[in-house]
């Protein structure tokens, strides 16, 4: 992840952006303990998409990338997109953590998509998260299994036999409880996927030190 990949805020082509920004704040919202603030987030992402694409059916979509996100809250003012100041100032801070934390992984505007780079290509990715740290690896498996997952939701995409297979070593603490709570359902995408996969042809394999509750 530090030589190759760049993860943007942009999601599957065939998902309406409004369901996307949707989840996409909730999945870094839960990992980074942004609860209150995921609003605010969001509030920002739709001002921006809309700024950056005033004409976004002639075109492909830009999205904001994280770093612009932080700039946009920075400059704007506390209160310009949320109530209370502390929920702009908890989203500055956080922000600033992730891009640090990330190096080059999150900055960037439009980034990789599973299904055009590799289910549309007809090929298998191998993606390498040794020396990130935990929420981040959390963060980055919400967004490669959500791509996949909330396009076929969105699509109504049901099939008969298993076409994409995830495959998770280490997984430990993507499976512990305290992964599942952060969410305000309960559940991750990879419990998601668990849940409803077998109707969208996803299936995931994963590998753990130790079984838990």
């Known amino acids: 992840v530090h030589n190759n990949l760049r993860l943007g805020l942009d999601g599957p082509s065939d998902v309406p952006p409004v369901i ?9 919202a839960a990992r980074l303990g942004l609860v209150i603030s995921r609003t605010t987030l969001a509030k920002i992402v739709h001002w921006a998409l809309a700024l950056l ?21 920075l400059y704007a003012g506390l209160t310009c997109f949320s109530s209370k100041a502390d929920y702009s100032k908890t989203l500055i801070q956080l922000l600033e953590s992730i891009l640090q934390d990330s190096g080059s992984l999150l900055d960037c505007s439009n980034g990789f998509l599973v299904q055009r780079d590799v289910i549309s290509a007809g090929k298998n990715c191998v993606i390498d998260v040794s020396n990130l740290p935990d929420y981040l690896r959390h963060y980055l498996m919400d967004c490669l ?10 699509n109504r995409h049901k099939v008969d036999r298993t076409d994409i297979m995830y495959c998770i070593d280490e997984g430990d603490l993507l499976v512990c409880r305290e992964s599942e709570n952060a969410f305000p ?10 849940r409803l996969g077998r109707e969208l042809g996803l299936q995931s394999t994963i590998g753990v030190s130790g079984l838990q509750n």
């Open 20 to 28: 996307w920004i949707n989840h996409i704040t909730t999945w870094l």
């Open 185 to 194: 359902n309960g559940l991750s995408p990879l419990s998601l996927m668990a």
């Open 53 to 73: 694409n005033p004409n976004p059916e002639n075109q492909e979509i830009l999205w904001p990338s994280l770093r612009l996100i932080l700039e946009i809250v």
């Open 145 to 154: 299994i959500g791509q996949v997952l909330v396009s076929r939701l969105h």
